[in-house]
């Protein structure tokens, strides 16, 4: 549930065939465990292609941030520095 919990939700949406979604998976379980003021999820999306399609998801990896169930914003692809500078953003606020 990405609403739950009144935080900025950062989402993940990646593939295990998806050399991107694993390069950047690591950064990804980094920042979950030192941004404490986020709620960090990881959609496998041939798992949960239902969500996926909801999420106009076309490409991988795709970072969504969301807040009580809203989409706010995103940016497909895997730089690392990217999915930083966004998580740093939110778990600010």
Not at 66 to 71: C, D, L, P, R
Request: glycine share 6%.
């Amino acid at each position: 549930k990405v609403h739950e919990n009144g935080r900025y939700a950062i989402v993940s949406y990646t593939a295990g065939w998806c050399e991107p979604s694993r390069r950047t998976a690591d950064e990804f379980i980094r920042l979950s465990s030192s941004l404490s003021n986020l709620s960090f999820i990881t959609v496998d999306v041939e798992e949960a292609e239902d969500v996926s399609q909801a999420c106009g998801i076309s490409s991988m990896p795709a970072f969504h941030i969301y807040k009580e169930g809203v989409f706010i914003e995103g940016f497909v692809g895997s730089s690392t520095h990217q999915l930083r500078a966004l998580a740093d953003r939110y778990n600010a606020t």
